[in-house]
Nanobody, 114 residues
Framework: QVHVVESGGFLVQPGGSLTLSCTAS????????IGWYRQAPGKQRELVAL???????TYADFAKGRFTISRDNAKNTAYLQMNSLKPEDTAVYYC????????WGQGTQVTVSS
């Protein structure tokens, strides 16, 4: 089973930026469509963005124009750059494949607050 470790979450003020990282334990990472997901308190986990092995990106409506997903297959790592953060972006952020085939990591907490 492939394991992932997310990092980069922090407390940031509204309008601020963060870049999250997700590193997988195995090189098979490069074969999969990778997604960033988030779960806010009391809410279901939701998809934020996807990136194919070739770099094609798709975004949830709330992420369009503010977030950028990318990957470095040589490093088994995916990134989520988040700009213009809003309080409603507060959540634990996770990464996994499009069909959630990896073991879920611990996630990384993003808190947007003044």
């Amino acid at each position: 089973q492939v394991h992932v470790v997310e990092s980069g979450g922090f407390l940031v003020q509204p309008g601020g930026s963060l870049t999250l990282s997700c590193t997988a334990s195995e090189s098979v990472f490069s074969y999969y469509v990778i997604g960033w997901y988030r779960q806010a308190p009391g809410k279901q986990r939701e998809l934020v963005a996807l990136v194919t092995s070739g770099g094609t990106e798709t975004y949830a409506d709330f992420a369009k124009g503010r977030f950028t997903i990318s990957r470095d297959n040589a490093k088994n790592t995916a990134y989520l750059q988040m700009n213009s953060l809003k309080p409603e972006d507060t959540a634990v952020y996770y990464c996994n494949t499009r069909f959630k085939m990896f073991s879920w990591g611990q996630g990384t907490q993003v808190t947007v607050s003044s």
